[in-house]
């Protein structure tokens, strides 16, 4: 068996502020990033991990200007690498921010892996958190399409030959990561735990940076050291170069 990961390009977000990414760094600059679908290949069924945002409520409900062309619907995108997206038979959701998870739905026979902790936090996020996870009034989280479907694990799982499912709360409460053993290598899968490569590469001040956005920094400490210890190469979840790269081996 030799698993590979394909890094598809689901949209792109522009002009967000870039100390949401980098925490405390990067006041007065902007960034423009990809919104990244990935796809496991090789296994018995496809895997995909995140199916990115709903753009129709990008502007009207999250003001955040975004675009995306008809080959980079998430349906069109796994089509393009020659799945149905009927084949899926698993779709595995770092975290439930609307970006990450409002595609779910178009992976009809796809069983949808998410930590327990996740789901609880993002029915009843803190007011500060709702409308990331879309807990606001008049608009239905897009997660909820796809509800029936959900997996609910606790912790560190393994969810198909060579793919398992490792905890790394602080970005979130329930965040995970999907760690792949590829046919030359050892990849994470990191979601929002690691935003850019600049953030798991670090600065003069701190070997590593962690997103702007948190629920818990200590915990957020705690998952990056975690990290470390895997012995495995970092694919963070919204930077251009993954694109670019496109298949990790």
Not at 125 to 149: K, S
Not at 192 to 206: F, K, P, R, S
Request: hydrophobic content about 40%.
């Amino acid at each position: 068996m030799t698993l590979t990961v394909t890094a598809v390009s689901v949209g792109r977000v522009f002009g967000l502020h870039k100390p949401s990414l980098t925490y405390l760094r990067g006041w007065g600059e902007t960034l423009d990033i990809p919104l990244i679908m990935f796809v496991i290949q090789g296994g018995p069924a496809p895997v995909i991990v995140d199916t990115g945002a709903d753009l129709s409520r990008a502007w009207e409900h999250h003001r955040i200007r975004m675009e995306q062309t008809p080959e980079e619907q998430p349906d069109a995108a796994v089509r393009a690498l020659g799945i149905d997206p009927d084949e899926v038979g698993l779709v595995v959701n770092t975290h439930l921010h609307w970006d990450h998870c409002s595609n779910n739905h178009l992976f009809p026979n796809a069983r949808i892996v998410l930590q327990r902790r996740e789901i609880d936090f993002a029915r009843r996020p803190v007011a500060w958190h709702r409308r990331q996870f879309e807990a606001v009034p008049d608009l239905p989280p897009a997660w909820l399409r796809a509800e029936d479907r959900i997996d609910a694990i606790d912790g560190d799982s393994d969810l198909a030959p060579g793919v398992s499912a490792v905890s790394l709360p602080g970005h979130t409460p329930g965040s995970q990561g999907v760690l792949i053993e590829a046919a030359t290598n050892r990849y994470l899968i990191a979601g929002d735990c690691v935003d850019l490569y600049e953030n798991w590469e670090g600065d003069a001040e701190a070997d590593r940076i962690p997103s702007g956005f948190f629920t818990d920094l200590v915990a957020y400490e705690e998952s990056v050291r975690r990290i470390e210890r895997f012995g495995c190469e970092v694919i963070p979840s919204h930077d251009p170069l993954v694109v670019e790269r496109r298949v990790f081996r």
